[in-house]
């Protein structure tokens, strides 16, 4: 296993969504194989600890008032202080936002539709009051990544700062034997 630690150049961070998009499909089965790999062979705290910093490096090259593309594709959770404090930040009441805009389901309230109807092109029309989910995503500052991984290959498509950083942890811990091994099988 690789283990040194290498900076992240501008040049290699991708963040055109159509090309992330399709490089997910093409890397279905190499992003769930490095996921098995994660699982079993590196320690939560090392996982950790290299997320962390490939979020951080990553994080300070991508503008996400230019991008919104979660605002676009997946809805927020939202419990029960989120939805007192987006109401008030419309003006309106609580039960108000949930009949007009909010679905319930097994997790809280959602939005009942995407892009969220509080998307205007890119920007948040609500930003100061917007759920913690919201403020929260893509979620990789977090500890327990190793029980998270699920949701980072289901975002690695979505997600430009989840991509790069994925791809990022596979130049870093995945030795270049197995890579281009997975890669051969696969044609990409
Ligand atoms: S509430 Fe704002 S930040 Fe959250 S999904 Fe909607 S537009 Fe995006
Ligand atoms: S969090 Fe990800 S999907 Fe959302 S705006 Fe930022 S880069 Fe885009």
Redesign the pocket.
Known sequence: MKQSATTIKNSEIE?NLISIKMLSRKKERENWEFRTFLKGECTAKRLDSVVHRLYREITAE?D??A?????R??TPVLDQEDIEEFAQGLRISPKELIDQYMVKNEKGFSFSQTPCPFLHEKRCTNYGTRPKDCQS??HLHKDDMIGRLMGVVE?YG?????FNVYEGLKRELWSRRRLDSVRASTSV
């Open positions: 963040t991508i996400c008032t991008c919104a593309n979660c605002c594709k997946i995503f893509p975002n979505i997600c430009p700062i989840v």
